[in-house]
DNA sequence: ACCTGAACACCGTTCAAGT
DNA sequence: ACCTGAACACCGTTCAAGT
């Protein structure tokens, strides 16, 4: 099937692989056969994200406290997002992501309502939370990408001379980013500040831990 | 000067009308030429978005409190994108964007170390709201791009059926987000993550505002 | 030092023509 | 119904050749 060895194709080489004469090598067919088939390589990439969307199957959500099935809603997204790197980025540039993460965005919706939020409420939340999450992946992947050294986010930083910042802080930015503790604590941020003064959302600074009223976990 | 005709380019008709051949057609030249100038397509953007950053002067930090500063500092990041997009948007493309806003960036970095946080704390605070930051103005653009109708968010969320969300939380997705709205709420939230504990940052969310100790504002 | 045309290896896409 | 080659209009890039 000409889908499968497109997303075939761009999960083990990239997106930037994925050229209607290459698929077609691939496939051992003339290139205007693709063109019968899916019409147009804008269609074959929008088949291809929903061909993947619905192989991946369902996502778990964890957690008793709203504020934790919250959380773990929203980082199965940042999970999937990451482990399927290619078609995630595919996705990105075409304007595509709803429709590769759209039920997973609906489990998150749904855990935000269950932790109290009003319809308007829930949709800023979950828009809040995925544009972040947007964010922190493209930041998670422009790392490994062929970007030239000399112009890279180290080497700028490290050639930085200014009285108002310390050198231990340029030292810091002249390293390797922990994109991922960056994202956790951008979520709970934004989590907290979303459920704050919901009932029951248990944010838990300063607040009474309700302790444990589930059995498991 | 042929990088001065790209910068115009980009700027009047998105990156996607900068090529070699058009270019060179701009400027009543041999397609070959612009490569005796410029060496490369990957050069020529570089220089262009150099160009650019030097061109766009430095930036004004309002506020007397350190954390009004800091939001302030962000801020001019987030607009100076924003009325800039096609080269912003080309900076994105080719992992650039340090290169672009790297005067910005310095400039955030002091007011965050002003506002108490130490040196990695500073950095790693930084990167988050510079991460933050890009995911909502690619959600920001998105909206006026060429994505089909019939896969846009909002389409796609107007097809949603599912009895764990209200409709009124579905109707608001359909609807177009407020992105300034919603960014200036993330970046609130991600500011005072970073701040909290800080020796006169000000949260302000039950605390004594010290009223004003500065002559001006 | 500066500019040129010709050429190479790629794209996406259309279309009349084959079976 | 399915596949094909030829062709068009684009890319970035190299290179020997001109002035």
Chains 1, 2 share one sequence.
Do not use: K
Not at 51 to 67: C, F, I, K, L, T
């Amino acid at each position: 099937m000409v889908i499968d060895a497109a997303l075939q194709l761009v999960e083990s080489e990239g997106s930037g692989a994925l050229s209607m004469r290459r698929l077609a090598a691939d496939l051992g067919v003339a290139t205007t056969t693709i063109y019968w088939h899916v019409g147009n390589r804008d269609e074959l990439v929008v088949a291809l994200i929903r061909r993947h969307a619905q192989r991946m199957g369902e996502s778990v959500v964890n957690g008793d406290h709203p504020r934790d099935r919250v959380l773990s809603a929203a980082r199965n997204i940042w999970t999937s997002a990451l482990s399927h790197r290619n078609v995630t980025a595919l996705a990105n540039q075409v304007g595509a992501t709803t429709l590769l993460h759209l039920p997973l965005e609906v489990t998150l919706l749904a855990e935000l309502q269950a932790a109290g939020l009003e319809d308007g409420e829930a949709a800023d939340a979950l828009r809040a939370i995925l544009f972040c999450t947007a964010g922190f992946l493209v930041a998670a992947w422009r790392d490994e990408e062929r970007v030239p050294v000399e112009l890279q986010r180290r080497a700028l930083w490290a050639s930085v001379r200014d009285p108002r910042v310390s050198d231990g802080a340029l030292d810091a930015l002249a390293g390797e980013p922990d994109t991922q503790s960056l994202f956790e604590t951008a979520l709970v941020a934004i989590v907290d500040a979303a459920l704050a003064g919901c009932s029951g959302s248990g944010r838990g600074d300063g607040g009474v831990d309700p302790g444990g009223d589930g059995p498991d976990r």
